[in-house]
């Protein structure tokens, strides 16, 4: 999945396509083995009723089916864009079966409707991003923006801006939820005796990797001394 992120961020549709396909593949195997960290992680946000391996697949499938099909969508391929929209609705297929709620969903749920031209559901939908707390004001001008388009009567270019301005502005933006979700483990993982003994493991190779960088600086120094 790491690759179909990269691939998508810069906007190298087609190997992203492979990414997804792969990533969904795999975890259509049903095969998950994960080891006592990414169990600790995973159960610390348990939905009921499933086991953390039955979450974690429908959660990792739910992500790929939805980020090929925007990698589908924005493809420019004709074949590739007719399956866009299949693979969204895979998406939120699995989501809804674990009762998520979130902005994911909410912009997946826009592309459908939008698809389907069904205007009312889909500004329902966008409203719901509007008013999220974790939208920034640049993206919600940018919902703003598709709905106005959606009220023009224009729903293919509504569909467009949501795929070439909505997500991908907030894929561009996702290291800094990226940074915000690191903080907000770190808070869960102090809690339990566990929690804090992977944070020192961390803290551990950090601390070793600073340690490296000084010894390759003073290599470098040293390298530089002999020259003269």
């Known amino acids: 999945m790491h690759k179909g992120f990269d691939n998508l961020r810069n906007q190298w549709y087609f ?13 259509n195997r ?17 939905i009921d009723g499933f086991t953390v391996e039955e979450q974690l697949q429908l959660l990792l499938r739910g992500a790929s ?14 074949e590739l864009m007719k399956q866009a929209s299949a693979d969204i609705e895979a998406a939120l297929a699995d989501f809804n079966r674990l009762g998520i709620e979130n902005e ?7 592309y459908v409707h939008i698809k389907n031209e069904k205007v009312d559901k889909a500004i329902v939908s966008l409203d719901k991003l509007s008013n999220s707390s ?12 598709t709905k106005n388009h959606l009220k023009d009567r224009d729903p293919e270019k509504a ?15 996702s290291y800094a939820y990226s940074y915000a ?35 390759m600086s003073l290599e470098e120094i040293k390298k530089k001394v002999s020259l003269y």
């Open 15 to 27: 190997l992203a396509d492979q990414s997804f396909t792969n990533s969904i593949n795999e975890l």
């Open 30 to 46: 049903g095969d998950i083995s994960l080891n006592e960290t990414t169990k600790f992680f995973a159960e610390t946000r348990l």
């Open 65 to 78: 089916y939805l980020m090929r099909g925007w990698a589908r969508h924005q493809s420019e391929d004709d």
């Open 104 to 110: 994911l969903v909410w912009l997946a749920e826009s």
């Open 134 to 145: 974790l939208m920034s004001n640049n993206e919600i001008a940018l919902i703003e923006e």
């Open 159 to 173: 569909l467009n801006f949501l795929t070439d301005k909505v997500f991908m502005y907030k894929l561009g933006s």
């Open 181 to 215: 979700q690191e903080i907000q483990w770190a808070n869960i993982l102090k809690k339990s005796e566990l929690g804090r003994k992977i944070l020192q493991r961390f803290s551990d190779l950090e601390e070793a990797i600073e340690k490296a960088k000084e010894f």
